[in-house]
T-cell receptor
Framework: KNQVEQSPQSLIILEGKNCTLQ??????????LRWYKQDTGRGPVSLTI?????NTKSNGRYTATLDADTKQSSLHITASQLSDSASYIC??????????FGPGTRLSVLP | KAGVTQTPRYLIKTRGQQVTLSCSPI?????VSWYQQTPGQGLQFLFE???????NKGNFPGRFSGRQFSNSRSEMNVSTLELGDSALYLC????????????FGPGTRLLVL
């Protein structure tokens, strides 16, 4: 079983709609949990970084939440735009300086 | 401020050859990390350099190596290339370490034939 799982694997929504991406993890504790956005053919861009003790972090229309009890994180995108079409990757940065990467969710926003 | 730059952007090599990839971090950033991304394995961490020293290493064979220069620029070398080394190689920089926000370059896409 992967240490970080993301759902759904892919998602199609209409422009202007909201959506929520999920990240479930088994490793604990960790130093921080990150959400990255990666456009096709480009490097990832950091959206949010949350420490183990934080519950929520926002970056514009992106809001990440963290529930340490259920070992879940979610990324909520509000009022989606065409430019939100990308892969979204959940990453855990562990104590001991190691990373655990999720497989990503592929989001497509249609006009 | 200029972002992270990587050269070359695309590369085609044959099995058995070696390759060197280059990364220039954001000015002032001293930590440079390298990652491999493939459709099958996703993102995987290779190593991190800080002040010309390898500070952290992922689980990759010794064919993968790197170095960092005094100006924080970094190079990654892969020797005896295998077909499975075909991937997008990403470099990321940060001020002092991986625990903070990292800024990624556009990557070098390597194809091994």
């Amino acid at each position: 079983k992967n240490q970080v799982e993301q759902s759904p694997q892919s998602l199609i929504i209409l422009e202007g709609k909201n959506c929520t991406l999920q990240c479930n993890y088994t490793v604990s504790p960790f130093s921080n949990l990150r959400w990255y956005k990666q456009d096709t053919g480009r490097g990832p861009v950091s959206l949010t970084i949350m420490t183990f003790s934080e519950n929520t972090k926002s970056n514009g229309r992106y809001t990440a939440t963290l529930d340490a009890d259920t070992k879940q994180s979610s990324l909520h995108i509000t009022a989606s735009q065409l430019s939100d079409s990308a892969s979204y990757i959940c990453v855990l940065f562990l104590y001991g300086q190691n990373f655990v990467f999720g497989p990503g969710t592929r989001l497509s926003v249609l006009p | 401020k200029a972002g992270v730059t990587q050269t070359p952007r695309y590369l085609i090599k044959t099995r058995g050859q070696q390759v060197t990839l280059s990364c220039s971090p954001i000015s002032g950033h001293r930590s440079v990390s390298w990652y491999q991304q493939t459709p099958g394995q996703g993102l995987q961490f290779l190593f991190e350099y800080f002040s010309e020293t390898q500070r952290n290493k992922g689980n990759f064979p010794g064919r993968f190596s790197g170095r960092q220069f005094s100006n924080s620029r970094s190079e990654m070398n892969v020797s005896t290339l295998e077909l499975g080394d075909s991937a997008l190689y990403l470099c990321a920089s940060s001020l002092i370490g991986q625990q903070e926000t990292q800024y990624f370059g556009p990557g070098t896409r390597l194809l091994v034939l």
